[in-house]
């Protein structure tokens, strides 16, 4: 089923949209059907990248509970080494810039 749409466009977003359909050969109609297409399209990719970005949040913050009660538990079992700490850290940065690219 078809239906048309009133819309309105006046000054320079009417100037950009007729610009499109003269330099591709195509009516103003159909012009503002692609960017209407275009901007939902947009908004969708929107969508579900800010959902993989609240996944990745949970499974970061899973992932640094995780450590933080594992460095809780090995400083009760034994007073550290500085020379291991010192390792660890090490480590850990060289992980760090792995990852994030720092």
Avoid: C, W
């Amino acid at each position: 089923m078809k239906k048309q749409y009133g819309i309105r466009m006046t000054g320079e977003v009417a100037a950009k949209v007729e610009n499109f359909a003269e330099i591709h050969k195509m009516s103003g109609t159909a012009a503002a059907e692609f960017f209407v297409k275009l901007g939902i399209e947009s908004l969708t990719k929107d969508e579900r990248l800010e959902a993989r970005i609240d996944t990745l949040e949970e499974h970061l913050k899973l992932v640094y509970r995780s450590l933080a009660k594992s460095a809780i538990y090995l400083a009760m079992l034994q007073p550290p080494d500085q020379a291991k700490a010192q390792k660890a850290e090490d480590q850990a940065a060289v992980a760090v810039s792995k990852i994030f690219g720092d």
